[in-house]
């Protein structure tokens, strides 16, 4: 099947179109951009310059997608850099993911997600796959997010922060440092709740994998000990789950939030 371009639509003589996609009224897709198959573009979504779209996602009305980063160092806005989205993904109404800041350099979207009304991914974000951005969550720039994360509505992540796997940011919460995967986040200040029990169940954790990280949570923050000596304690668990928490909090360079 062909695609479908509705009169209205502006789409440049460079777009790279693969089959079935449906390109709605005055939808605007400008150069350099690259759409895979059986994409949905609504009514007066942009696709700017650099987009990179893979196959069968939904564009909502009035999304942008690729433009310049809000970056004050971003001087020329003739560089070329990317967005990278992957498949499945639903952008709804008014989302914005703005392209990378350095040449050659993606924003990228993995697969399967769904970003809400007026959700914002900054430049050079790094977001997995089956996440969910709740309307007006919002990524500062360098921002990374594993796979299945559930951010609320209104969070605001600052920039250069890291969101672990299965975590959950509850609403309006302020992001200044990583948050910890498996775990929930809220607050403002931020703080860890506790264990994010009712997404890990949804996700299929079966109840020896909710001891476990139950034993890890109590062992980094319900013993008066110090951070190396519960990352110890975690290392003798020697289980897949506990040991991706325990690198996790390795690498994390702006620190992570923790319980009050």
Same mark, same amino acid.
Request: hydrophobic share 45%; proline share 2%.
């Given at each position: 099947?062909? /695609?479908? +371009?509705?009169?209205? *639509? !502006? =789409?440049? %003589?460079? &777009?790279?179109? #693969?089959?079935? /996609?449906? +390109?709605?009224?005055? *939808? !605007? =897709?400008? %150069?350099? &951009?690259?759409l #895979?198959?059986? /994409?949905? +573009?609504?009514?007066?979504a942009v696709l700017k310059r650099g987009t990179r779209m893979g196959n069968n996602n939904q564009v909502y009305e009035h999304a942008v997608i690729g433009g310049i980063p809000?970056?004050?160092?971003?001087?020329?806005?003739n560089l070329l850099t990317y967005v990278q989205i992957g498949d499945n993904n639903v952008l709804r109404e008014y989302v914005s993911i703005n392209r990378a800041s350095k040449p050659g350099q993606a924003t990228v979207l993995g697969h399967g997600n769904f970003l809400m009304a007026t959700a914002h991914i900054g430049h050079d974000c790094q977001l997995g796959n089956n996440n969910t951005l709740?309307?007006?969550?919002?990524?500062?720039?360098?921002?990374?997010?594993?796979?299945?994360?559930?951010?609320?509505?209104?969070?605001?992540?600052?920039?250069?922060c890291h969101i672990g796997s299965y975590a959950m940011l509850g609403g309006n919460a302020k992001i200044t440092q990583d948050c910890l995967p498996y775990m929930i986040t809220d607050g403002n200040p931020a703080q860890v709740r506790?264990?994010?029990?009712?997404?890990?169940k949804?996700?299929?954790?079966?109840?020896?994998?909710?001891r476990l990280l139950k034993d890890a949570y109590h062992l980094l923050f319900m013993r008066e000990k110090d951070l190396d000596s519960s990352l110890t304690a975690l290392a003798q668990l020697q289980q897949p789950l506990t040991d991706q928490l325990r690198g996790f909090i390795q690498r994390a360079k702006r620190s992570f939030h923790r319980p009050g």
């Open positions: 099947m062909s /695609n479908q +371009i509705h009169s209205t *639509a !502006i =789409v440049d %003589a460079s &777009v790279r179109l #693969g089959q079935d /996609n449906c +390109i709605g009224p005055y *939808a !605007i =897709v400008e %150069a350099e &951009v690259e #895979g198959n059986a /994409n949905q +573009i609504a009514a007066h809000q970056d004050l160092k971003f001087t020329d806005p709740v309307v007006s969550a919002g990524l500062a720039g360098h921002v990374s997010v594993a796979d299945k994360v559930f951010i609320s509505g209104g969070v605001m992540v600052h920039q250069f506790g264990l994010n029990l009712v997404g890990l949804r996700a299929g954790f079966s109840t020896q994998e909710l």
